[in-house]
């Protein structure tokens, strides 16, 4: 039996039997790294205060049309994330993360004609809690260590259809999964600059005959200050210039149990960006860009990701 | 007469100042370990400030300290001040009364 994914492109033209598998690599990823809280792709172990509220806004846009194979795929996503955080006790924070995407993909169909199918709306929701389990103050720096651990919820549409009939899942709104994670993330901040690393693993399980593969994230953040050079008392807003870097690994998806050779891989990001920070809120943008590649069979490459987004403080 | 009303206007703002200044109580040094970025004072502040008589708050992040000053008739203890520094996911590095006179009321 095919499922509808595999059914969508292998009739009548079976060179693109894998290309709706093949995406989910790229919305995926789209999706797990949006929906944390901090630096700007990944998470942070600074506090949430308690019962202080962070709301973060950030806005995504992303190419993929480097293919290589026949179908000449052309991907597509512009969104926002939503994230909301709030602090529970002094070290547990919990988050709620909520994607708004538009995903377009661009494809030769059957006939040779060029088609576009595309889907629009809110995702899946993640949710998750944060606990700082080790800290180290000192005047001026401040060395976190916090596990945290969640689910991404299928809250979502996972059937959605077009003329072409059901949509490949990677432009579902929703997995129709349920998905836990979980990681843990270091944080080391003083007045001058801040060190962000984070381990995070994903296991995704099975929904509609469909499985994405599990994901496994290593994730580093620089961020220095730039301005202002000298501190004069009292709180400035700080400007500080950013450097993340994402290595991203993702194991292949299976369909009806098998697992799709032109599926997930390996992906090296770097990302250079800006940041400023006040009391009550941020602005920041940052652009990805993928430094190197190994993805699967034909499964698609990034071109670019670029974020911009707010964070305020309630 | 311009000289005059300059002179009234002197008068009428020095006799502001001097009175919020009576009204002001007496003013604590909270210093905060950890806190390192403009984002997380805000969190300080906020949980400082939800103390009962706290007036106003100035926090100087390069020193890593909050100037606490209570209104008059009410006092700032070391142990409130740690738990809201705590609160705020931080840690109390210091505590220190700048001037506060024999006040008795707690907050």
């Known amino acids: ?31 797990s790294s949006l929906a944390q809280a901090a630096p700007q792709t990944f998470n942070t172990a600074l506090p949430v205060a308690e019962g202080n509220l962070v709301l973060r806004e950030q806005f995504l846009y992303r190419k993929a049309d480097d293919d290589t194979s026949p179908a000449r795929r052309d991907l597509r996503v512009n969104g926002a994330i939503t994230v909301l955080g709030y602090g529970l006790t ?59 651990f969640g689910v991404e919820a299928p809250t979502r549409d996972d059937d959605e259809r077009d003329r ?23 944080t080391y901040q003083t007045l001058t600059y801040q060190l962000d690393a984070q381990f995070a693993y994903q296991a995704n399980t099975e929904a509609n005959d469909f499985e994405f593969g599990d994901e496994a ?24 210039g950013v450097l993340e870097a994402n290595l991203i690994h993702q194991e292949k998806h299976e369909i009806n149990g098998r697992r799709d050779a032109d599926s997930g891989g390996t992906q090296l990001l770097l990302s250079p960006g800006l940041q400023y920070v006040t009391r009550r809120w941020i602005i920041e943008g940052i652009i990805q860009l993928p430094t190197a590649q190994d993805v699967n069979g034909t499964a698609l490459e990034d071109d670019v990701i670029t974020r911009v987004g707010f964070r305020i403080n309630f | 007469m311009t000289s005059k009303i300059h ?17 002001a109580g007496p003013r ?57 520094v705590d609160r705020a996911g931080f840690t109390l590095g210091g505590f220190e009364p700048l001037d506060a006179p024999g006040t008795t009321h707690d907050q």
Request: some cysteine; glycine content about 12%.
């Open chain 1, 217 to 240: 994230r290593l994730d580093g953040s620089f961020q220095y200050r730039l301005w202002p050079r000298k501190l004069g008392g009292g709180v400035p807003g700080f400007l500080y």
């Open chain 1, 164 to 186: 072409f009939g059901r949509l490949p899942q990677p432009l579902q709104s929703g997995s129709g999964s349920w998905d836990p994670f979980g990681g843990v993330i270091l």
């Open chain 1, 90 to 148: 002094r070290d547990l924070a919990l988050f709620g993360a909520l994607p708004y995407l538009d995903k377009e993909l661009d494809l030769d169909g059957p006939g040779g004609q060029r088609i576009e199918r595309s889907s629009r709306g809110l995702g899946d929701a993640r949710l998750f809690a944060r606990y700082t389990a080790f800290k180290d103050d000192a005047p001026g720096r401040t060395f976190r260590i916090a596990p945290f």
């Open chain 1, 1 to 31: 039996m095919i499922n509808d994914e595999g059914a969508l492109f292998m009739t009548p033209c079976r060179r693109k039997t894998a290309s709706g598998p093949r995406l989910l690599a790229v919305v995926a990823l789209v999706v």
């Open chain 2, 28 to 84: 604590y040094q909270v210093e905060v370990d950890g806190l390192a970025c403009p984002f997380c004072a805000y969190g300080i502040e906020k949980q400082l400030g939800n103390i009962q008589g706290v007036k106003n708050l100035e926090t100087d992040i390069e020193a890593g300290r909050v100037i606490v000053t209570m209104e008059e008739g009410h006092t700032l203890d070391e142990s409130r001040a740690e738990l809201a």
């Open chain 2, 7 to 23: 002179a009234l206007l002197l008068a009428l703002v020095a006799a502001v100042i001097s009175t919020a200044a009576m009204a």
